[in-house]
């Protein structure tokens, strides 16, 4: 199992470009979510999924969007990136029976310049 | 929506001694509080939780506090050893489970 998968784990955008962020899990989770973790600050969500095809918003969901086309993949999209956006991002999923563990992937690092 | 707060920021304790992170909450509707650990460039694991209807939880080193009526919880480590460094998060969860994390304690245990 690897369990939940990012990609990329590394990223530099300039000011308005478009990118997307790819979370993967082969654990068969029905939940999925996107944090970014800001120094201070802790991480914070984004948005989640409690099932394929559903999404909703979390904390600090603007300027962001997300798709949940299959059960394995949560995407995050950037489509005009600003420097506010330089962070780290990781996506996390669990079931729903236990629906209290998250797992989290291993992050991706990106800078907006 | 929920606030969490956490504290210490930073924490030192000499190996072999115990080191304590409060965190306080502010949604009585919270009923699930896990803790993180987060070892440097790497990603947040679960180290214990608490739910709601339970006011300690142990395991091993590692013992959890859940104070309801005044909204706070804290984590305690015992007997610390150099791999116990790392940055600790709490977190309050609401019903349908969005997680809503505090600002983090970076512990350091020195040798």
């Known amino acids: 199992n690897a369990g939940v998968t990012q990609t990329p784990k590394f990223r530099v955008l300039k000011t308005g470009q478009s990118m997307t962020l790819l979370c993967a899990q082969d654990?068969?989770?029905?939940?999925m979510y996107w944090y970014r973790q800001d120094p201070g600050m802790g991480l914070r969500l984004i948005h989640y999924?409690?099932?394929?095809?559903?999404?909703a918003k979390g904390e600090v969901p603007d300027g962001y969007n997300v798709s949940r086309l299959k059960k394995q993949n949560f995407l995050l999209g950037l489509e005009s990136a600003a420097p506010s956006q330089t962070s780290v991002y990781f996506c996390?999923?669990?079931?729903?029976?236990?629906?209290?563990?998250?797992?989290f992937g291993p992050g991706t690092r990106l800078t907006v310049t | 929506g929920e606030n969490v707060e956490q504290h210490p920021s930073t924490l030192s304790v000499q190996e072999g001694d115990s080191a304590v992170i409060k965190c306080t909450y502010s949604?009585?509707?919270?009923?699930?509080f896990p803790w993180y650990k987060q070892e440097l460039g790497k990603r947040p694991q679960l180290i214990i939780d608490?739910?709601?209807?339970?006011g300690e939880k142990k395991d091993q080193r590692i013992a959890v506090t859940l104070n309801k009526t005044a909204k706070h919880f804290s984590l305690h480590i015992t007997e610390t050893q150099p791999e116990d460094s790392a940055v600790y998060f709490c977190?309050?969860?609401?019903?349908?489970?969005?997680?809503?994390f505090g600002t983090g304690t970076s512990l350091t245990v020195i040798p």
């Open positions: 996390a999923s669990s079931r729903r029976d236990t629906i209290y563990e998250q797992y």
């Open positions: 654990m068969n989770h029905e939940y």
């Open positions: 999924s409690v099932g394929e095809g559903t999404t």
């Open positions: 949604d009585s509707a919270s009923n699930y």
């Open positions: 608490i739910r709601s209807n339970v």
């Open positions: 977190a309050a969860s609401i019903p349908g489970n969005q997680f809503y």
